[in-house]
């Protein structure tokens, strides 16, 4: 005991930085985690408040979850979710290294710095801004889609009702948000890797293709697999502004759009559904959590330096 003590003792400034982290993840991350009990309840308000109507709503066991995959919205909103996600990992990967590789290779350091910003930018745009300028190209009077169309004489189109569309344009919008910054993280890699490497193999005669297969890559794949374990945890979550914003909750377009999140959303606001909507969250997470474990696991066997833990 005194050891420990001792050893608190010691660390104690560390200790105090990490506090206020600490504090936030108590509060905003594991203590909402009691609610999830929500889920196997029929939540009724009570006038004495949130806990008492906690307390005092009927246990119904497995009946939200019968009731959510019994919908014929479960399938769609499962199936967007996923190959949406599946999609934006393994393009948005590929993306993301390459751009990280290209900008290593500029010589200029100053138009480097340039075209980082440039890439970056979108990131820090809220998604009803985003909506906005998606809007100003789709839009059926003035958009400047149409407009290009209308100049070709070919007839316009009303995005907001053709579902046929927006897998492309979401696709498309969420890489122009996202692969910039997902690029610095590589990038960063890049930038620690020891330059002798790069000396060697052009001693050894590798051109610059060579020189990225047989040691940019290998070097950056480390990383490149505990990224992509974590965003496989998240291949039952998505980007609810992307999807909820940038369509605009057109509901024409919901066979193409409409995902867990949005789902949830729509359930607690419409209609109400405390419970079956929690259920819908938990079965998100435990699901992400348990490929967590599953892509951890195999990723170990492969090679024990890859795996996230």
């Given at each position: 005991?005194?050891?420990?003590m001792k050893h608190l003792y010691d660390n104690r400034v560390w200790l105090v930085m ?292």
């Amino acid at each position: 005991m005194k050891r420990f003590m001792k050893h608190l003792y010691d660390n104690r400034v560390w200790l105090v930085m990490v506090l206020p982290g600490t504090i936030w993840f108590l509060l905003l991350a594991y203590l909402p985690m009691a609610g999830n009990i929500l889920a196997f309840k029929d939540f009724r308000y009570h006038p004495d408040g949130f806990i008492e109507s906690i307390r005092t709503s009927e246990w119904v066991g497995w009946e939200n979850f019968q009731f959510l995959f019994s919908t014929s919205d479960a399938w769609i909103i499962t199936r967007n979710t996923v190959l949406y996600n599946a999609v934006f990992i393994v393009v948005g990967l590929i993306l993301a290294v390459a751009l990280a590789i290209l900008l290593s290779q500029l010589v200029n350091r100053k138009l480097a710095k340039i075209y980082q910003t440039g890439m970056l930018f979108p990131h820090f745009l809220s998604w009803v801004v985003v909506s906005y300028f998606v809007f100003t190209f789709l839009s059926m009077d003035r958009g400047l889609a149409n407009t290009i169309l209308g100049f070709f004489n070919i007839p316009p189109i009303s995005w907001y009702n053709e579902p046929a569309y927006w897998p492309f344009v979401l696709t498309f919008i969420n890489f122009w948000k996202g692969v910039g910054f997902a690029s610095i993280v590589y990038l960063a890699a890049i930038a620690g890797i020891n330059r002798d490497y790069y000396e060697a193999a052009m001693i050894d005669g590798a051109n610059k293709w060579q020189q990225i297969k047989h040691v940019t890559l290998p070097a950056l794949m480390p990383l490149i697999v505990i990224l992509t374990i974590l965003d496989i945890g998240k291949i039952f979550s998505a980007d609810f502004g992307l999807f909820y914003q940038v369509p605009r909750d057109s509901g024409t377009l919901y066979s193409v759009t409409n995902v867990i999140d949005t789902y949830v959303y729509r359930g607690l606001m419409q209609m109400g559904d405390i419970s079956m909507t929690t259920a819908a969250g938990l079965y998100q997470a435990f699901v992400g959590f348990i490929l967590v474990l599953l892509t951890n696991y195999i990723a170990k066997k492969i090679d024990p330096d890859y795996a996230l833990f």
